[in-house]
Structure formats: C-alpha cells, structure tokens
C-alpha cells in the first residue's frame, strides 16, 4: 500500500484532470517514473508561468495526448525536483500532503513542504 509524506495511506490527488504518473488519479511511483511525479500539488498561475520558463508548457492542451492543459486551482502530481526548484525560486504551489507520495522526501524535505501545504 502506497504511504504520503505523513506516513499514512496516500489519498487520490486529482480524478479531473486525471494526474499521476499512471493516470490513476494519485501521485503513486515506481521504478520507471524517472522524473518522481509524487508531489501532489494545487498549480497557481505563478507556478505554470514558471513551468513554461523552465520547459514544461503545463497549460496549453494537448489533445493527441490526451491532456487538457491546467489551470490555476487544479491539482496536479509534479515532479518532486520540479516543485522544489520552484519553492528555490519562490514560485512553490501548495502541496496537498495527505496526497504526497513518501518517495518526495528522498527529493524534498517535509519542513518544505509543510511549509507550503494548502490550508
């Protein structure tokens, strides 16, 4: 069984838009996730400007895969190296961790994100 951040049974991040790695809704890993996309996060327009500066369009749909595009208020699970290179810069969404895989802590550490855990 899968555990968050605060050691818990991880919970569902998103079903709309449908997130993870799997796209089963929860910010889940293994061994061929090489980016870690186990921070379950709320995106604000700041962190999706950043996105797109850093390489990452995350708002612009796709649909020949399937993805919608986010918008401000989604949540999402983001690479644990991605959130923390935007916490650095200052542009950290909140961090939902109860869906938060425990694996982002080999990347971020819980203070961080306790720190920007939505309230």
């Not at 379950?40 to 999706?48: D, K």
């Not at 916490?87 to 080999?106: D, Y």
Request: net charge negative; proline share 6%.
């Amino acid at each position: 069984m899968a555990r968050n951040v605060l050691g818990t049974t991880l919970q569902a991040c998103s079903f709309k838009p449908l997130t993870g790695f799997s796209r089963n809704g929860c910010c889940d890993t293994g061994p061929e996730d090489i980016g870690s996309h186990t921070v379950c996060a709320q995106v604000t327009e700041e962190f999706l400007a950043f996105s797109i500066l850093r390489g990452n369009d995350l708002s612009t749909p796709r649909p020949e895969y399937g993805f919608e595009g986010l918008k401000p208020g989604d949540r999402w699970c983001l690479c644990a190296s991605r959130w923390m290179e935007a916490a650095e810069a200052g542009m950290a969404p909140p961090v939902i961790l109860e869906s938060t895989h425990e694996k982002a802590l080999e990347i971020v550490s819980l203070a961080d994100l306790e720190y920007h855990a939505l309230r």
